[in-house]
């Protein structure tokens, strides 16, 4: 892909299929990529996590992080789901939201909740595991 | 391009207002719906892996939430909106393949998708009320 001044091609051909966001592909895959994880993890997740976690209480959440299975798995819930969520957000947000200065801090906005996010829950179920 | 219409009697984007709603336009807007409640559910699940590293004391404001009512009334919506999620986002998975998109199996999938956001909650209330 050469967009030097060198370049035989044209100027549309250049940006056709770039769209607004400059590139999509990627994230058009990445999307689909990741539903395949969720479709597994997340009905997983809903239902033991429902079985084991009852009432809610802070002993039997900590008991169902604690296994090892399950904290692998809510990790990869968690960080496979936040990006998910994340690609599905900007395409809702380029898609409705107009205004340069509001789209540009929306799009920042989702791109630092879910990472932040992330981190936090993820550094969570560590500290659950190994901390003091 | 001496007959090309103005670009005031372009054919413009259908508009919600004038279009008949039909089930399978349905499915793709209540799969954004579902998405953006999702990504509220997300976050509170981040907020739960947190509160349950943070200790007991922290974790006594999620339980409250939890076991309250609207805590309940969440819960339940958001095992419905998984669900749709779940059923639709599969059925997009298999639309990617070019399978299922005559206009007869593509209504019938939409029914199913909505069909199983009802039963899936419906289905765990009974599993955790009747279960084991």
Do not use: C
Request: overall charge neutral; hydrophobic content about 55%; cysteine-free.
């Amino acid at each position: 892909m050469s967009n030097s001044e060198r370049s035989m091609r044209t100027a549309l051909g250049r940006v056709r299929h770039h769209g607004a966001a400059g590139e999509g592909t990627g994230h058009f895959i990445a999307q689909r990529v990741t539903s395949i994880a969720l479709a597994i993890l997340a009905p997983w997740f809903a239902v033991s996590a429902a079985l084991s976690i009852r009432d809610a209480s802070y002993l039997a959440t900590i008991d169902f992080l604690s296994d090892p299975v399950n904290a692998v798995a809510v990790i990869l819930l968690v960080a496979i789901g936040l990006y998910h969520m994340s690609i599905g957000m900007t395409e809702i947000i380029l898609d409705y939201i107009g205004k340069p200065f509001t789209r540009i801090a929306l799009l920042l906005l989702n791109t630092a909740v879910p990472l932040i996010l992330a981190v936090g829950a993820i550094f969570a179920v560590m500290l659950v595991n190994f901390g003091v | 391009m001496a007959g090309a219409p103005s670009p005031e009697n372009r054919p413009i984007a259908p508009h919600l207002s004038v279009w008949r709603w039909h089930v399978t336009m349905a499915t793709s807007i209540i799969h954004r719906a579902t998405g953006v409640g999702l990504y509220g559910a997300a976050i509170g699940l981040a907020i739960w892996l947190m509160a349950a590293a943070a200790g007991p004391e922290s974790y006594v404001i999620v339980d409250t939430i939890l076991s309250a009512w609207y805590g309940q009334v969440a819960l339940y919506l958001i095992v419905a909106a998984l669900a749709y999620h779940l059923a639709n986002g599969i059925r997009h998975l298999v639309f990617d393949t070019g399978a299922g998109l005559t206009p007869a199996d593509a209504d019938t999938s939409a029914w199913f998708a909505i069909f199983f956001a009802v039963a899936a909650p419906i289905g765990m209330w009974a599993l955790l009320t009747f279960g084991a």
